[in-house]
């Protein structure tokens, strides 16, 4: 079955210092790949995808995210984190010819303390 | 620009009455439309999603329901509401046939079923 793994149900930094959420994901071929923020009691908004090419991919808010075919991974990264970032933060795949059905980890809940 | 309208924020309804949840998209046509249930604030659920008018999938067998009987507008319903139906629904839209293109969220409804 087709599914996407966020291993991390809360990743704790200190602002300033850089931050990492885990993804990987197992579906067949090449998929299309996106990460999304949520805040409490708002809908999801995108951040950034992977489609082709360059594994780095650069996103909204300086959050960027790097494709790892071999492992199958797509972590999102940010160099130095905020407060304000914290937020729960979705991976998702979207498996090429589908009619864009996204696929969704479980979420990784982002705390920033000052 | 596109924008997506979702109504209303907040609901609380009884077991045994009937539930409609509305959602609209502006400024483009021919949408892809979803229906999402997120639980305890985490993972999504794919309830329905719609390639065009009158042609809904669904993607979980359930107390709900979905129709679309104008291009950009979405209903999600139910005849008959079980507690087991409380949770934040979020409905979303994306461009038609291109799985590489991101989804848009609406900003949910939290419905409480008491």
């Known amino acids: 079955a087709q599914s996407v793994a966020q291993p991390e149900d809360q990743v704790n930094v200190a602002e300033g210092n850089p931050l990492t959420v885990k993804c990987t994901y197992s579906?067949?071929?090449?998929?299309?790949l996106f990460w999304y923020v949520q805040y409490p009691n708002r809908g999801l908004q995108f951040l950034l995808k992977?489609?082709?090419?360059?594994?780095l991919v650069k996103g909204s808010y300086g959050f960027e995210a790097e494709f790892n075919k071999s492992q199958t991974s797509f972590h999102l990264k940010k160099p130095s984190a905020l407060v304000s970032d914290s937020a729960l933060y979705f991976c998702?795949?979207?498996?090429?010819?589908?009619?864009?059905?996204?696929?969704f980890g479980k979420g990784t809940k982002l705390s920033v303390k000052p | 620009s596109q924008t997506i309208h979702q109504w209303p924020a907040t609901l609380v309804q009884p077991v045994g009455s009937p539930l409609s949840l509305e959602c609209t998209v502006e400024?483009?046509?021919?949408?892809?439309l979803y229906w999402y249930r997120q639980a305890a604030g985490r993972g999504l659920q794919l309830l329905f999603y719609?390639?065009?008018?009158?042609?809904i999938s669904s993607e979980v067998p359930q107390n709900l329901s979905a129709s679309r009987p104008q291009d950009r507008q979405f209903i999600l319903s139910s005849k008959k509401l079980l507690l087991s139906d409380s949770g934040f629904y979020l409905c979303?839209?994306?461009?038609?046939?291109?799985?590489?293109?991101?989804?848009?969220f609406g900003q949910g409804t939290r419905l409480t079923v008491v």
């Open positions: 979303a839209w994306s461009t038609y046939g291109q799985g590489n293109t991101e989804a848009f």
């Open positions: 579906v067949s071929g090449n998929p299309y």
């Open positions: 992977y489609i082709t090419g360059d594994n």
């Open positions: 998702a795949v979207n498996p090429r010819g589908s009619q864009g059905n996204l696929i």
């Open positions: 400024g483009t046509s021919n949408p892809n």
């Open positions: 719609s390639v065009g008018i009158g042609q």
